[in-house]
């Protein structure tokens, strides 16, 4: 490859020297010697007190530390493989090595000659934060979240002048650094083109993470002239089922003029002067050439789309159980559904899926209401077993004497009351698909051991019956209960625990989600599925996101249908579309614990008097707002007007 280089000159290097004696003596840095993102940098490592003569930090995390931190990116680990080696072919020249770390800057690969200088830096498990090492390019992409060059002695300690660097920022596909790519080499010259190359590479990587983890969504590809459809400098967006834009890449975020943080606000309708259900039909036939579209703004676009998989489309988003058959029902989520640009969670999901799509069982931990049962179906579409049954089964919610013939099935004449000819299990049912074990911690302790050995020989006995029947079957468990404590109180077999547990799921109770406006959103807009766009008033979204939502997707899911219902034909939930039970959960946390601060704050004021009223009449009305309303001669949206006013509270109060 023809290049041209950067000689670190002389000339070079007195600037380089003129500007640490004049930042280390206190004074302004001479202009255009340095980058504002080294200046930047230079700062921190100096208020961290950091000095130039600081030792670098050399030491690697332990195997097994290291084990785990590349199980924690294996995702990004395989995406990205094969465009390090790529991109190492384009520079092995240069005596460079090719470096990924993680959000973290800890090495998790590198690609490099027998050479000791650029070995020592890229060796797996090395750790390059800035507050460790000073100015690189690997710490300081992870401050600054954009591509970094470092040249020479504008590496803030001594022990790394020798280096010349170059490294970009890797986003996941909801806007996350999870990653930095980094190429490094001799400080003696530099190629001009290692930070396009380092850049390019990056968004290589980002643009496969989106193709390959968000297939059961429409993923559109697009670009103002229709030839770069397809190369490296496509926009590229995923939307889920209903138009609700999920991921984007860099260039479409840029096209979209949105930032990171919020493109997952949007969905296609208000981004295209366009469809979504008219511009998904016209790629409903495979061959179908580009689509024009028009921004908002009128600027226009070509677009190609990848539809949605059958699998997927029965996977839209909802709630709800599976039919007697065992088959999905269109009402059911996906993983990305689920996740809804969550990172950490889809990063969970992510695990999940790898390892039930490995036959490893899962274990989904997590409050009444959570989503379980939801979650479990997503893995099981997301699995090669999708084709196959999913067969649900509540341990709870069947008596002790019924629950082993309604997993195992039983023979002719088992028991008295036996329906002629036997029943067929759960078990049995689920052959070929997935087992879903609800509240599992509810299983009779007599009935764990057969289950145990099911799952250890893969066959089942019916009740009454000798013979054993081969089963092929998926098994994921969930619960509310902590079963280490059952164990302990012998109320649980370890052994059974072990078997089930191949992997643990945390699924996050409704009021920590830190996407909790945009599950909101998702969930009227599925909700509102042919009814056309509903949205929700402000006053309304502030009651939601402050509700403790003790019934987690459940009870949010039954809120926003019941206040569609009062909605008519109207399309906008306001307050007087709430009911009163579900006013009254947060309004009476807001009594008992802000009673005493609106008596402090407003005392001896004539707004203290209405807040007073306000307070004892709710108290003694009860909470009720209906009623403490029509008490006061006021509407249940002006009370709780003042209500927010006069006891404020907190989301998490």
């Not at 599925?529 to 509700?547: C, N, P, Q, T």
Request: glycine share 8%; aromatic share 6%.
């Amino acid at each position: 490859m023809n290049t041209t280089s950067l000689d670190l000159s002389a000339e070079y290097d007195a600037r380089i020297a003129l500007a640490r004696s004049h930042f280390f003596q206190g004074e302004n840095l001479p202009r255009g010697v340095l980058s504002d993102a080294i200046e930047r940098s230079w700062k921190r490592c100096l208020n961290l007190g950091l000095s130039p003569a600081t030792p670098a930090d050399l030491s690697l995390v332990t195997a097994r530390e290291l084990r785990e931190i590349r199980e924690r990116s294996r995702v990004l680990l395989e995406v990205a493989q094969p465009e390090l080696e790529n991109l190492y072919q384009q520079i092995a020249n240069t005596g460079s090595v090719v470096i990924l770390t993680d959000a973290e800057a800890t090495v998790l690969a590198s690609i490099s000659r027998d050479d000791p200088l650029t070995r020592r830096g890229g060796r797996p498990g090395m750790c390059w934060q800035e507050q460790r090492m000073g100015t690189n390019a690997i710490g300081t992409v992870i401050v600054e979240q954009q591509a970094v060059t470092v040249l020479g002695r504008e590496h803030y300690l001594d022990q790394n002048s020798p280096f010349s660097c170059s490294a970009s920022p890797v986003f996941d596909p909801f806007g996350k650094l999870i990653g930095v790519l980094d190429i490094s080499g001799g400080g003696s010259v530099h190629q001009n083109h290692i930070q396009d190359l380092a850049s390019m590479s990056a968004q290589v990587i980002e643009n496969r993470l989106i193709l390959t983890q968000l297939g059961m969504h429409t993923v559109v590809r697009f670009h103002s002239r229709p030839e770069f459809l397809g190369t490296l400098w496509e926009a590229i967006a995923a939307f889920s089922h209903n138009g609700t834009l999920v991921a984007a890449n860099r260039a479409a975020l840029t096209l979209f003029d949105i930032g990171r943080d919020h493109f997952h606000r949007h969905d296609f309708s208000s981004l295209f002067d366009y469809s979504f259900d008219r511009f998904q039909e016209h790629f409903s036939v495979a061959g179908r050439s580009p689509q024009l579209l028009y921004f908002r703004s009128g600027m226009r676009v070509y677009a190609s789309a990848s539809p949605v998989s059958t699998a997927a489309r029965r996977s839209a988003c909802g709630s709800g159980a599976a039919s007697g058959d065992g088959s999905i029902r269109r009402s059911d989520l996906c993983l990305a559904d689920i996740a809804l640009g969550d990172a950490p969670l889809h990063a969970l999901l992510e695990k999940a899926r790898l390892a039930f799509s490995a036959d490893i069982p899962v274990l989904l931990h997590g409050e009444t209401g959570s989503g379980k049962e939801a979650l479990a179906k997503a893995l099981h579409l997301a699995s090669p077993r999708s084709s196959g049954p999913f067969v649900a089964i509540n341990c709870a919610s069947i008596p002790e004497t019924l629950i082993e013939s309604e997993l195992f099935g039983y023979a002719d004449g088992a028991f008295t009351g036996a329906k002629r000819g036997g029943a067929v299990g759960k078990v049995q049912l689920s052959d070929k698909g997935t087992l879903f074990l609800d509240e599992i911690g509810d299983m009779p302790l007599a009935l764990q051991a057969r289950l145990l050995r099911v799952l250890q020989e893969r066959e089942v006995a019916p009740v009454g019956s000798t013979k054993l029947i081969p089963v092929d079957i998926g098994v994921i468990c969930a619960t509310h209960m902590d079963l280490k404590e059952l164990i302990a109180q012998n109320r649980f077999r370890e052994d059974l625990y072990y078997r089930l547990n191949g992997l643990k799921v945390l699924l996050p109770p409704l009021r920590q989600r830190e996407n909790l406006r945009e599950i909101i959103t998702h969930i009227v807009d599925t909700k509102s599925h042919g009814r056309g766009k509903l949205s929700i008033s402000e006053e309304a979204m502030d009651v939601f996101l402050k509700h403790p939502w003790p019934g987690n997707m459940r009870q949010l899911c039954n809120v926003v249908s019941t206040a569609m219902a009062l909605l008519g034909g109207g399309k906008q939930i306001e307050l007087q579309h709430l009911t009163d039970d579900f006013l009254n959960e947060m309004i009476g946390r807001r009594i008992a614990g802000g009673a005493e601060r609106a008596e402090t704050v407003h005392t001896g004021t004539l707004t203290s008097l209405e807040a007073q009223a306000v307070q004892k009449a709710l108290e003694r009305h009860g909470g009720n707002i209906s009623v403490t309303a029509a008490a006061l001669g006021i509407s249940r949206a002006t009370l709780y007007r003042k209500i927010k006013h006069y006891l404020p509270g907190t989301r998490n109060d």
